[in-house]
């Protein structure tokens, strides 16, 4: 069997990951390359360059483990006020990362799709990522979703908008408005809820990262910054996760 199929019962017992106690969508919070590459003496660029490896890591272990759904946040609607050469580059990246891991998004049966808004982002990377959300079109296993130029807050409005041109056209009635006629029109429609969201660099905050989708989700923050972010420190997070009793606002049965 090839060293990167998915994982047997065995193999995840073994682990300490047990099917029944797995998330069903895990979301990243990419953060640290920057500080990475600064305390080694680099540029900030060679931090994004290196975070990309981590993030091939944790689609593929995700695969591996046939996650439901896993969710990167790649860039922020709030990431364009930083330096115009840092952005140029973050984006050439991002072109050439879609380009180069596109064969392993088909190989990997991964389904594909971004969130955010595709006003603003350069046309290069829009190109590449239709060309693989085209390539993976058919597919049927775990489900990587991109959050590119994304804010929640945005999508939030967005979602609002679409809502009240639905009741001016008599699409929907005020009355029918409710949570899930809501969702219905976020950019995550149809995907499940993460259920674990996973921030690396320290930081204990969300950063306009899809509010109202982690309504429940456990956090887990890992003191490592991004690149330097492991295979075992994925595991620990998911074993940690799969340890903790969640009510959902209810209380232990
Ligand atoms: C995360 O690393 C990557 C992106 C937001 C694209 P940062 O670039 O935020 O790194 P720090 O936080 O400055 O160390
Ligand atoms: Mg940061």
């Given at each position: ?8 019962p065995h193999e995840r017992s073994e682990l300490g990951l047990t099917a029944d106690r797995s998330p069903r969508h895990v979301a990243f919070i990419m953060d640290g390359n920057g500080r990475w590459a600064v305390s080694r003496g680099e540029p900030r660029i ?48 991002l072109e050439e990362y879609l380009i180069r891991e596109r064969d392993e998004v088909v190989r990997r049966n991964l389904r594909f799709s971004m969130i955010g808004r595709r006003e603003g982002l350069p046309e290069g990377v829009l190109r590449e990522l239709d ?123």
């Open positions: 069997m090839a060293a990167d199929a998915p994982y047997t060679e931090g994004h360059r290196e975070g990309a490896k981590t993030a091939r890591m944790v689609i593929e272990e995700s695969a591996r483990l046939e996650l439901e759904q896993v969710t990167l946040f790649c860039l922020s609607s709030e990431n364009w006020k930083r330096p115009a050469d840092e952005l140029q580059m973050l984006l050439r990246l060309a693989t959300a085209d390539a993976a079109k058919g597919n049927t296993g775990t489900y990587l979703c991109l959050a590119i130029n994304y804010g929640s807050r945005g999508e939030i409005v967005d979602a609002a908008r679409r809502l009240a041109s639905d009741v001016a056209a008599s699409r929907i009635i005020a009355d029918e408005i409710d949570e899930t006629a809501f969702a219905a029109r976020l950019d995550t429609a149809g995907m499940p809820d993460p259920d674990l969201v996973i921030r690396t660099a320290g930081e204990m905050r969300v950063s306009n990262f899809l509010l109202w989708q982690i309504s429940y989700a456990e956090l887990h923050v890992s003191p490592k910054c991004w690149p330097e972010f492991g295979r075992d420190d994925y595991f620990a997070a998911l074993r940690e996760f799969g340890a903790r009793d969640r009510r959902f606002g209810g209380i232990k049965s």
